[in-house]
Structure formats: C-alpha cells, structure tokens
C-alpha cells in the first residue's frame, strides 16, 4: 500500500510545574496516510491491511525514533483514525501484532503489550494515543500519552496509521507504583 502524506510531530518538555525537567520528556508521534481498500464495503478477510502494516509501520517507526534522537524510546503506544466510509476494525486489523513487533524492534526491544486507541472521524480530528513503559505496562511514572491533530485527514476513503514513542516517564511523577528500575525480569507481557 502507498503511504500519500506522512505526518510527524514532537513535544517536547523542558519544565513542569516550575520545576525543571531532566532530560527533557520528549514525545513524538508519526503517520501514515493511506487509501483504504475496504472503504464503503464489507469485507471479512483484512489479512491485506495486516500485511501492509509491517512496511507501513516500518516506515513511520524509523521516523518516530529518528525524531526521538539523542534520546532513546522508553515507551511507546499505538492509534489508527479511519475515515468515515471505513470501519474502526480497518484501522485495528493495521495494528495488530505484526505491527507492534516492528514498533518493538524500533525501539530497541520492548516486552510490554503496547497501548492503542483507535476511531472513525472527518478531517482534522484529534486523537489521544496512550503511552505505557515498553518492557512492563505496569510502570505507573510512564503512563503518558501525546495528542495530535491531523490537519487535512483521514478523508472518508483513507486511514491514519500512528505510532509513538517517549523517552521517559512523567515530570514529577510521585504516585507510587512499580518503578522503572524495578522491571528487571518482571514479564511484561502479563
């Protein structure tokens, strides 16, 4: 499949709360316009869209780490908006294991599920992706996530496949909760 328009984003955070942020929390988010095949018509089998998820996701992964640069993905998560002439299951069937497996190998490994969110809208619409530390989803500092806005997109026919990346939990993070440095051996998996 043909990626039309890719989109990319960072946030980037220096302070909170007043107080200075060591190293910066940098999140960023990258997308993959695509024609959808299924717009308008059902179709049971949507192996095709799995398939083309690896290069897809290929594709805007090493752009997401590219953006993360000097800093390493410490988290990651998952989203698909769908155009209004497809199905939410569109956008699913795009972010199934094969394409987590990539967003793992982008950043370096990674045992943890991986957070998704994923929607029908017009245009222009806002998402939430959830971030969730990459080797243990229960790292309380690193529930996170980065909203985008995708100006121009999806259009009815299109899906926007996103993946995200942090390089660190939360400024300020103090609510308890496993620590990051506690995850050795833990199976994130569960």
Known sequence: MLIKR???FIDEAGVEAGQRVDPVLRKVAAVAIIDNPFAGRFERDLSPLTDASVEIGRHICQLAVALMAPHKPT?????????????QEHGVAMLTTVFGNVMRDAAGGGKAWISSFTKRAA??????IPLA???ALYVRSHYDGITITLPDAPLP????????FANRGRPNHRVGGLAAADIK??????
């Open 75 to 87: 988290s990651y998560g998952k989203a698909a908006v769908i155009g209004m002439n497809g199905e």
């Open 133 to 135: 530390h990459k080797d």
């Open 123 to 128: 245009p222009g619409a806002t998402i939430d």
């Open 6 to 8: 890719t989109l990319a």
């Open 157 to 164: 026919d299109e899906l926007a496949i996103i993946c995200a």
């Open 185 to 190: 051996g833990i199976d994130g998996l569960t």
